[in-house]
């Protein structure tokens, strides 16, 4: 049994050490024939106890001697341990590759191979938003809302993605791209929700509403170039325009329709339901009954809409 | 003589104060070096990097002056009657080689060995058994390890061609009685040759006065480089000898079909030497002879005699070869019940820098035959101090306690 542990704990200082890679050699020699049912004739065990024995026995003789009588069992529990380690290892591997995170879909709990949560981060709507939530207390769900009301691309796909998102949230403008590319490839239909967690942005929930309500079929052209370029320029209302022009969309009837008093009440109306879904910030995807919030990698939605082995589609 | 003046000489002790502690007690395998060894084989590759006995450049001539010179100081410290009697080799194993394959032994020849010979000792006689058909004889020790000088008396007079004893035992440190072995063999026609590896670094040795007929040595454990050695013959006997290993510089002359080989030593010297390790086995025979044997042995009996009295009542604990210390030169080699060598040897090392030799010693014979797996060898010279012994016995103790 030490041989294994031996071999496994080895293998992985030999990555940094030329001597480590000798006993790790030595030590797979010995698992080879222990696996074979062979005795481990290369002294290998023998000789890591000696070092070991060596180095406890000048710190204490008590441990020296309970370690020699229970190097065996020892040794076993390490295996333990190791195998715990290790089946924890490639759960949290396979949950990151599959959700970005380590720790299951959406934890914010620290991930090693995304140590920054980058996975994770959202433009949160505690304090700025319009509309408090209380996402605590919510479960993440699209019930209490009428996605009719909001603009949807592919609407006869039968498989569609709904997108909370704030063309001011940098975690959103990440994950559109990712969003559009995705909908493209596996055609698929997709749901944006405009919801504004900054505050500045409380009027592109008015201004998304309006395209939509005037022109639908610029409404995603528009909506594309609300998501690139740099978001600095979005508190230009000229840009705006621009953009507005760019997409064929009729500016000055969309700035009407933002300062009229019934868009207020429509958005606003708009903004509770969204609220009521339990999201704490943006962006915060919906597919069937799964929810991403924060921006994912590619594969993690990829692996949502068309299964593990995605890349064979 | 100043054991702490004689250890300045030793580069190695001079790094114990920067690195961990380091006690050598594994000599009988390999000595240290004392720096006039190393010198002098710098002095080959610095400034005389030349063919000793080809070229007839001024190089060449101090290569062969020194060669000669080496070998005059060999012939001296073992009191040959001539330095021709001396042949470079590479270890006390080429030297045995030589003699078991230019003996010209052959089917029925008698070969005798006791049970304690190291494997280069026994492998070349076990190949003649099976390549020429000769008889190996071995003559087994008493229970103390000693020679049975009785049985050896015995079973020499039935004729035997060659007796090849370990002169003193790398096992137990254990010497023969040289003298009356050679003595009883001549009587019985039979020639002798002594394997002295562990006897020529720790007590004089006068072949003329033991009237040996060979006599094969190491220079490694005698504080000369790896890769030295000597093979003493009595001339009359390497003039009647065939060469065994021949080629470059072992003849005067050749045609295509024959040649004509130099008288010894030089036709059993076959290829270039090894100029560097001669310089250096010169600068050893020196410098053991500065010391002196007498000092050798007191210092290595009053360490093992130190060592012996503070072990030997260890629970476990079993001393190979005799119980007196004063037989046993300055090795000291046991087993504990129940704990492997090595692990005995790898903690030492581990705990105290404490390096012995564990295993079977190269006398694996001699250890299947009584089915132990090994034991622990502690073997000092006259470079060791009694504060290292005392450093070796107390981690010893320590492993005892706790294992």
Known sequence: MFCIISFIVLSILGIFSASNRELAREALDCVLRRVTLRPCTTGFDEKMKARILGVVITRSEGAARFLNRNFERLAWLFFGLLLASVIFAVRGLFLFYTTGSCNGANSTEFCVFDPTGANNQVSTTSQVCTIPVTPAQMTLNLKKIDLTQFPTLNPGSGDNLFMIACYHCEFSRKTYPIIRSLVDRFHIGLTFIHYPVKEPTDSFSKLAYCVNQLQPDKFWSFNDLMFEGDKANLDDPTYINGLLGKAGVDAKKVNACIADPATETAVKKQMEQVASTGFTGTPTIFYKDQVFVGPKPYRVYAIALRGFFYWLR | ?403
Not at chain 2, 166 to 190: F, Q, W, Y
Not at chain 2, 239 to 261: I, N, R
Not at chain 2, 359 to 375: E, L, Y
């Open chain 2, 1 to 403: 003589m100043d054991i702490n003046k004689i250890r300045l000489d030793f580069p190695f002790f001079a790094q114990n104060s920067t690195k961990k502690p380091q006690i050598y007690l594994d000599t009988a395998c390999q000595s240290l070096r004392p720096q006039v060894v190393l010198d002098a084989m710098n002095r080959y590759y610095q400034l005389e990097p030349a063919c000793g006995g080809r070229s007839m450049h001024h190089l060449s001539a101090a290569v062969s002056k020194q060669v000669d010179e080496t070998r005059m100081a060999a012939a001296r410290f073992f009191h040959a009657s001539r330095k021709e009697e001396i042949i470079f080799t590479r270890n006390t194993t080429e030297g045995i080689n030589i003699v078991a394959n230019s003996l010209g032994l052959a089917a029925g020849d008698t070969v005798v060995i006791s049970g304690k010979e190291h494997n280069s000792n026994l492998i070349p006689w076990q190949m003649l058994v099976r390549r020429a058909g000769i008889n190996l004889k071995i003559i087994p020790p008493l229970p103390d390890g000693t020679f049975n000088i009785q049985e050896f008396e015995q079973f020499i007079a039935s004729g035997v061609k060659l007796v090849s004893l370990g002169m003193t035992s790398n096992l137990d440190g254990v010497t023969i009685p040289a003298a009356e072995v050679v003595k009883a063999a001549h009587r019985a026609g039979a020639l002798v040759l002594l394997d002295a590896a562990q006897a020529a670094p720790h007590r004089p040795i006068d072949v003329r006065s033991l009237d040996v007929d060979f006599l094969a040595l190491s220079g490694h454990k005698m504080l000369g480089p790896s890769g030295t050695g000597i093979l003493y013959g009595k001339y009359a006997l390497l003039e009647k000898l065939s060469p065994f290993l021949v080629g470059g510089d072992t003849v005067a002359t050749s045609t295509y079909d024959s040649c004509e080989f130099l008288p010894p030593p030089e036709k059993f010297e076959a290829g270039l030497q090894d100029y560097a390790g001669i310089y250096g086995l010169k600068a050893a025979f020196e410098y053991i002879q500065k010391v002196g044997f007498d000092f050798i042995q007191k210092q290595e009996t009053s360490l093992n005699e130190f060592i012996t009295g503070e072990i030997s009542s260890l629970p476990g604990l079993t001393i190979l070869g005799p119980a007196d210390p004063k037989l046993r030169g300055g090795i000291i080699n046991f087993t504990i019940e129940g704990i492997d060598s090595h692990r005995i040897a790898l903690m030492l090392d581990q705990m105290a820098g404490v390096m012995v030799r564990s295993g079977q010693h190269c006398v694996h014979s001699w250890f299947n035959d009584r089915q132990i797996k090994g034991s622990v060898r502690a073997s000092t010279y006259f470079y060791n101090t009694l504060e290292e012994a005392a450093v070796f016995v107390e981690n010893l103790k320590k492993i005892r306690k706790v294992l």
